[in-house]
Structure formats: C-alpha cells, structure tokens
Nanobody, 120 residues
Framework: EVQLVESGGGLVQPGGSLRLSCAAS????????MSWVRQAPGKGPEWVSG????????YIADFVKGRFTISRDNAKNTLYLQMNSLKPEDTAVYYC?????????????WGQGTQVTVSS
C-alpha cells in the first residue's frame, strides 16, 4: 500500500521558514518522481515543485522560485520542501504526491497534507 505522510507544517510569521518532510512507503521511492502541491482555503490545488527520481532535476513554480527548495533523500525514503521568506499567501495545506508513474504505471498518490499558516 502506498503511503505518504507529511509533517513539519505549523504557524509561522511572515518572513519565517519551515521545512516540510514526507515519509514514503509501499513503493520504490528511489525510482519515482515526486512533487509538492498546495491548496489554499477556497481554491483549487496548485502545483508547487517537483523532483525527478534521482534528485538531479528539480522544478519550481514561479510564485515560489527563490524561496522554496525541493530535495529528497532516497536512502531515507523522504521528500523535503524547504520554505523560506514565507508570505501570508503561502498559507495552504501542503501535500506530498507522486508525479507521473509509480512502478511503471501512471498513478497519482497524495498524502493527507500538512497545514502551513503564515500570519503575524
């Protein structure tokens, strides 16, 4: 069973930082491209960042470029999102998700999400 468990969210002041983690199990993490997606209250899901299976290729949405960094540790089956210079508009539930193909089959798995609130 594919499981993705996010952690690291919370309340932070504008300009602050958070590091999200996503523990993966139930599939070959090191062979799977991964992504972060967020959903703000009253809005649809918004893709934030992606990383290829080896970690050598990363992709970032323009609205967080220069502030957020995606990374992964395949030895620990863990995906990360380092978020710096946070803004109130970054407030959302952040989801870890597979990106494209899992075990050779097109698939789309999401975690349960972690809440990030940026407020003074």
């Amino acid at each position: 069973e594919v499981q993705l468990v996010e952690s690291g969210g919370g309340l932070v002041q504008p300009g602050g930082s958070l590091r999200l983690s996503c523990a993966a199990s139930g599939f070959t993490f090191g062979s799977t491209d991964m992504s972060w997606v967020r959903q703000a209250p009253g809005k649809g899901p918004e893709w934030v960042s992606g990383i290829n299976s080896g970690g050598g290729g990363t992709y970032i949405a323009d609205f967080v470029k220069g502030r957020f960094t995606i990374s992964r540790d395949n030895a620990k089956n863990t995906l990360y999102l380092q978020m710096n210079s946070l803004k109130p508009e970054d407030t959302a539930v952040y989801y870890c998700a597979t990106w494209g193909v899992v075990e050779g089959i097109p698939a789309d798995y999401w975690g349960q999400g972690t809440q990030v609130t940026v407020s003074s």
